[in-house]
């Protein structure tokens, strides 16, 4: 008997094949403060044309942003480098996991041309974990900055990075190269990590941003969380105060939202009013900048974001002085 495979037709292969044998969770139904309006408008077309046409990956439209609509209409995007394919499979996270592809090196060209041609004043770069590359990628990020140095120096340069764990070095390439914020999100409370971010260490993204303020205190640090995934109000307040023995200027704080019923369930939708308390108390622990609300999102208002950052160190420092 012979047995045929049909290696030919065009069947689209499952996006999380490695969360395929988990139950069916319920996805709850959206309260009236997180909804969002469909993208239509005219700039939204024309930001994803560029993004087409410079054949650039988005962790907008990778990771399913409500915000998208907003964002993309004002030209404003963040940049997904090394690929569509991540190395993790974190509970939340709708980027899809598997072996990703070897490093295009022209990537940091496009998008450097992408940002140019946008006119960004300020842009973020991020990507997918990167643990079957010796260095995760640190030094692709590297050539990134530097390219988008080259074609647009007046562009200031946000970074949200993998924590490069177990990567000797790797930070180091990625500091030298002097972007304006790093960023690197703790995502969620420690109690939460081995059913909702299994592959990461809690206290080694704690000391990673440690550890940027320790190679350049010039450079902004940033780290966020998103709530309703099971976690308790004083495991949040405590999470603040690791930020801050580390230094860490600016913390967001968001919304989790289900990108499907294989993902990790919402469980609980957080009112606008308990995400306004986070951000006061965040505000008299010390941080130099607080976004809490349900569609906040680590680059949402990146550049509005920046300005406010100079403007209250500024501000710090004249106090200081």
Known sequence: MVTVLDLVANKPRPRHPEKA???????????????VKAPVSKG???????????????????????NIGECWEKKHATFMIMGEICTRACAFCNVATGIPTALDPDEPNRVAQAVKTMGLSHVVITSVDRDDLDDGGAQHFADVILAIRAAA???????????????????????????????????????????????????????LLQRVKELDPSIFTKSGIMVGLGEE?????????????????????????????????????????????????????????????????????????????????EEQLKKTA
């Open 153 to 207: 120096p007046m562009t200031t340069i946000e970074i949200l990075t993998p924590d490069f764990l177990r990567k000797e070095g790797a930070l180091e390439i990625v500091v030298a190269a002097k972007p304006d914020v790093f960023n690197h999100n703790l995502e969620t409370v420690p109690s939460n990590y081995l059913t909702v971010r299994p592959g990461a260490r809690y206290f080694h993204s704690i000391r």
């Open 44 to 66: 939204y077309a024309e930001t994803r044309e560029i993004v087409k046409s410079h054949k650039l990956v988005t962790v907008c439209e990778e990771a399913g942003c409500p």
């Open 233 to 313: 109000r004083n495991e949040v307040l405590q999470l603040m105060d690791d930020l801050r023995s580390a230094d860490v200027d600016f913390m967001t704080i968001g919304q989790y939202l289900q990108p499907s019923k294989k993902h990790h369930p919402v469980k609980k939708f957080v009112t606008p009013e308990e995400f306004q308390s986070y951000a006061i108390v965040g505000k008299s622990k010390g941080f130099l900048l607080m976004a809490s609300s349900p569609l906040t999102r680590s680059s949402h208002h990146a550049g509005d974001d920046f300005a406010k950052l100079r403007a209250a160190r």
């Open 21 to 35: 044998h988990r139950p069916d969770q319920e996805v709850l139904r959206k309260p009236d403060w997180i909804r």
